[in-house]
């Protein structure tokens, strides 16, 4: 589950329409109002960055310009080298810029003695080095333009996870989203409890979170939940079974290993903030927010992009086999296993991973996309799940 766990969608949707300003050169909304609701948006949502950004390339084909795609590409190679510690994405960034016909640049002094950059000296070198270089820059075929692209994208990306790990992601989300009590980054309404519950954290006081549970139901518009009395009843019984029998859970996402860490580090930052108002006592919130300190002690298993390659990520099932493995659940046990995905490609790769039982949980971004696969579609998100559904668990 990632999607399921965590909202990124409007940092991803941003740094995609991000990119497709660039290489466009249609930088304000006077000249281009973004990504279209109907024609775009079901298609860069739940498959992997690759396929999103092959997507854009080949829609905005025509209005492609080739010296702003270049600049803003070389930006993006600058960025890279200076800020990234990740070495795929490093990788990866020097081979697209020989790939591009830039191989020059990787034994420019300036790049070879690169280190930490703001984004002020990044477009001021990137400036120079398009000058000097950018007459070399080539890209003559469909896969060199989505790689250039992407390098674009992700620049984007990861210099806003840069600024959020900085402790300015409530500017940031005003700035980018328009809205001060927003962020770019936070856990799934529901999902601080879910964890709580399923590892076992919680006793009789469980009940008392029905009122937490309501208030994130309201925003992922759960309907037909048991009344308080009822509630809070199988809140209580849900904490005695897995506080008799913790659940194992591993998180499996698309995303790169760089981006996976400094998204999950901020969901259990935000998580841990939401625990110490809960209406609980003071000895059980600590606890809990002690055991969410190192969230890699949470998970089970822990598979991102990284652990495998572009060309078998979701739908296939190479990322849920992984992390299978890494929870070592014996393969006659698949068919018990639960996944969790808010996307078709995802509930396709549990399906394709063998899991038993796929849970659609559909989010605003993702509510167009074809379940049929599923084995239950919850449109009410985790409140719904957990007060509706038991968390699945039998005479509750």
Excluded at 39 to 47: A, H, Q, S
Aim: net charge negative; with cysteine.
């Amino acid at each position: 589950m990632d999607g399921t766990s965590t909202t990124t969608e409007p940092l991803a949707l941003h740094s995609l329409e991000y990119m497709v300003r660039r290489f466009t050169n249609r930088l304000s909304t006077d000249e281009w109002q973004g990504l279209d609701e109907e024609k775009d948006l079901p298609f860069v949502i739940g498959n992997s960055n690759f396929k999103h950004t092959e997507f854009l390339v080949k829609r905005y084909a025509n209005e492609i310009k080739l010296n702003a795609l270049r600049d803003s590409f070389i930006e993006a190679v600058v960025w890279t080298l200076a800020n990234m510690d990740d070495p795929q994405r490093i990788r990866d960034v020097r081979l697209n810029v020989t790939n591009t016909g830039l191989s020059a640049i990787l034994d420019d002094p300036r790049i070879k003695s690169i280190s930490t950059m703001t984004d002020e000296e990044t477009v001021e070198l990137a400036k120079a080095l398009a000058k000097d270089y950018g007459d070399f820059f080539k890209c003559e075929t469909q896969s060199e333009l989505v790689s250039a692209a992407l390098d674009i994208y992700y620049k984007r990306y990861h210099s806003i996870l840069k600024h959020i790990e900085q402790g300015e992601g409530s500017e940031l989300s005003k700035q980018l989203l328009g809205e001060s009590n927003r962020r770019l980054i936070e856990p799934m309404p529901g999902y601080a409890v879910f964890i709580a519950l399923i590892k076992g954290w919680l006793d009789e006081e469980a009940a008392e979170l029905y009122s937490i549970l309501i208030k994130d139901a309201e925003r992922t518009k759960a309907d037909k939940l048991p009344d308080e009395a009822e509630g809070r009843r199988r809140l209580a019984n849900i904490a005695k079974r897995f506080r008799s029998h913790p659940a194992k859970i591993a998180l499996v996402t698309a995303s790169i290993a760089y981006e996976t860490h400094a998204v999950v580090k901020e969901v259990f930052n935000v998580m841990r903030e939401q625990v110490s108002d809960w209406p609980i006592s003071k000895e059980k919130r600590n606890e809990i927010r002690s055991r969410m300190e190192d969230y890699l002690q949470v998970y089970d298993g822990f598979v991102n992009a990284t652990d495998s390659s572009e060309a078998r990520l979701k739908p296939h099932r190479d990322l849920y086999a992984i992390a299978l493995y890494q929870m070592s659940i014996p393969k006659q046990e698949y068919s018990m296993c639960i996944g969790i995905e808010d996307t078709e490609p995802g509930i396709i790769s549990l399906r394709a991973a063998g899991i038993g039982f796929a849970v659609a949980l559909p989010n605003h971004d993702t509510r167009r996309q074809n379940y049929c696969a599923a084995s239950h579609i919850i449109k009410g998100g985790l409140p719904e799940m957990i007060l509706k559904h038991n968390l699945f668990l039998a005479d509750i």
